[in-house]
């Protein structure tokens, strides 16, 4: 394997971890307001409905962080 390809092997694999990680992020954050709100309001929200807000907010923050991403592509080029 080249050196140039085990660079670029390593950075995907850095993107993805990072990718993962701020999805779990997002995960964490959708817990913590299923555990405030039961804990607040008492709705109590299903665990179904928890996981669909997860991966809501999991899409938001992708469109976050792409943006983030293009933005500092930009002011490195």
């Known amino acids: 394997m080249t ?7 390593i950075d995907q694999l850095w993107k ?3 990718s993962f990680l701020w999805r779990a ?8 307001v299923q ?3 039961d804990n607040l309001t008492q709705f109590q929200l299903s ?11 999991g899409e938001i923050s992708k469109w976050i962080n792409t ?11």
């Open 16 to 18: 993805r971890i990072q």
């Open 47 to 57: 665990p179904q409905l928890t996981v669909l807000i997860g991966l809501v907010l």
């Open 67 to 77: 943006g983030l991403t293009a933005k500092r592509a930009e002011a490195a080029a």
């Open 35 to 37: 555990f405030a709100i």
């Open 25 to 32: 992020v997002m995960m964490l954050a959708a817990l913590i």
């Open 3 to 9: 050196p140039e390809a085990k660079k670029q092997l």
